[in-house]
């Protein structure tokens, strides 16, 4: 059984432009979460997906959009980018949506736009 | 708008002592909550979780206290031990719909020798 795994592990971007991260979700897993965690503080809620549609999103502008492939691999788009959009980038996936569904994390990808 | 408040931000702890960690929360929604473990460079993983209906629950060292009325829960780290150096996440997920993880701001716990 293989775990999340994420890549890249690092990136760097200017100002303006565009990123793709992507995510490989663990055996077995239909959900997609992505977070952002910002140094110092807790992962924040992206967007989730479920069998390959968006169900869930939190506080982040359209210009975060992401997809989810047949395979339950995910990517996460972000376009115009921001000098605050620097921060490590978490996907997390779990067998299904419920509540108690344990959520397994990638060791994420750190993005640094200059 | 955090809606979870975690303290302390950072702990010292002596090996073999009882590290404590505490966090509220405002929204009576939250119906399910994880604690984790995240070390340097590396994702946060699941270490222990409660559901409100519960009052503690305890899985080896470590144990959580929920107190439903406060809105407030903690973590007890009995017996703590250097490997257990790490920063501390409590969160809460609403119920029904999707799973929505709100996170802490994070405890780094140091457990010296």
């Known amino acids: 059984e293989t775990g999340v795994t994420q890549s890249p592990t690092h990136l760097i971007k200017t100002r303006g432009q565009q990123v793709t991260l992507r995510c490989s979700s663990q055996?077995?897993?239909?959900?997609v979460s992505w977070y952002q965690q910002a140094l110092g503080q807790g992962p924040q809620f992206i967007f989730q997906y479920y069998r390959e549609e968006e169900n869930g999103r939190g506080n982040f502008p359209p210009r975060f959009s992401g997809l989810q492939f047949p395979n339950y691999s995910s990517e996460l788009n972000v376009n115009a980018l921001e000098l605050d959009d620097s921060a490590l980038y978490l996907c997390?996936?779990?067998?299904?949506?419920?509540?108690?569904?344990?959520?397994?994390f990638g060791s994420g990808t750190q993005l640094s736009v200059l | 708008q955090q809606q979870v408040k975690q303290s302390p931000q950072s702990l010292i702890v002596q090996k073999g002592g009882i590290s404590i960690i505490n966090c509220a929360y405002e929204n009576t929604a939250f119906d399910y909550f994880p604690w984790y473990q995240q070390f340097p460079g590396k994702g946060p993983a699941l270490l222990i979780a409660?559901?409100?209906?519960?009052s503690e629950k305890k899985e080896g060292r470590f144990t959580i206290s929920f107190n439903k009325s406060a809105k407030q829960f903690s973590l007890h780290i009995m017996d703590s031990q250097p490997g257990d150096s790490a920063t501390y996440f409590c969160a809460a997920t609403p119920s029904g719909g999707y799973q929505k993880v709100t996170f802490g701001t994070g405890t780094k716990l140091q457990v010296i020798p």
């Open positions: 055996s077995g897993h239909n959900t």
């Open positions: 997390a996936s779990s067998g299904g949506q419920g509540l108690n569904e344990k959520l397994f």
């Open positions: 409660i559901r409100p209906d519960v």
